[in-house]
């Protein structure tokens, strides 16, 4: 599980840059207690929804 100070960070950052979209979060438990007992190992990989952002190629580009 992750803690409240990564939610924030990341809900942060998708409102900063206007990304963020309503919808379900998700977590997945890569590696938890079930594998190892130290928490450092310990890996959460986070579903955020966001806006997909198009690349629009550009002279500058």
Known sequence: ???G???GDLGAYTMRHEISVTGPLREYCL???RHTPDP???TTEIGWPVV???HHQTDSD
């Open 1 to 3: 599980m992750t803690d």
């Open 5 to 7: 100070l990564t939610y």
């Open 31 to 33: 590696r938890d207690a």
């Open 40 to 42: 450092t190992k310990w």
């Open 52 to 54: 997909r952002a198009e």
